[in-house]
C-alpha cells in the first residue's frame, strides 16, 4: 500500500526559498504521475505543479511559472519541489499525491483522480 510523506517546509521571509520533499513507501513511486497541491486558510485546495511517470512532462499552474520546479528521483522513490522567491500568497499547507492510474503525462486539474495524499507540510512566506 503506497504512503506518502512530506517534509521540508517551514517559516521563510519573502523572497527566500524551500524544498520540498515527498518520499513514498509501499509501493515503488515510479508506477504513478505525482502532484503538489496546497490550501491556504479559507480556501480550496489548488494544483501547484504535477510530474509524469518518467519526469519528462511537468506542468505548474500560473502563479508560480519560472519559480517553482518539480522533480523526482525514481531510485530514491521521492518527488520534490524547488520553490525560490518565495512570496506572502505562497503561505499554505503543501499535499503531495499520487495519481490513482499509469498515464502518460499528468493533470492538475483532476485532483479527484489524485487517490493517495501524505499528511501536509506548513509553508509560510512572512516577514
Known amino acids: 500500500q503506497l504512503q506518502l510523506v512530506e517534509s521540508g517546509g517551514g517559516l521563510v521571509q519573502p523572497g527566500g526559498s524551500l524544498r520540498l520533499s515527498c518520499a513514498a513507501s509501499g509501493s515503488p513511486l515510479h508506477y504513478y504521475p505525482v502532484g503538489w497541491f496546497r490550501q491556504a486558510p479559507g480556501k480550496e485546495r489548488e494544483g501547484v505543479s504535477c510530474t509524469s511517470i518518467s519526469g519528462t512532462i511537468t506542468n505548474y499552474t500560473d502563479s508560480v511559472k519560472g519559480r517553482f520546479t518539480i522533480s523526482r528521483d525514481n531510485a530514491k522513490n521521492t518527488v520534490y519541489l524547488q520553490m525560490n522567491n518565495l512570496k506572502p500568497e505562497d503561505t499554505a499547507v503543501y499535499y503531495c499525491?499520487?495519481?490513482?492510474?499509469?498515464?502518460?503525462?499528468?493533470?492538475?486539474?483532476?485532483?479527484?483522480?489524485?487517490?493517495?495524499w501524505g499528511q501536509g507540510t506548513q509553508v509560510t512566506a512572512s516577514s
Open positions: 499525491a499520487a495519481y490513482g492510474v499509469p498515464i502518460v503525462g499528468c493533470y492538475l486539474a483532476t485532483m479527484s483522480s489524485y487517490n493517495v
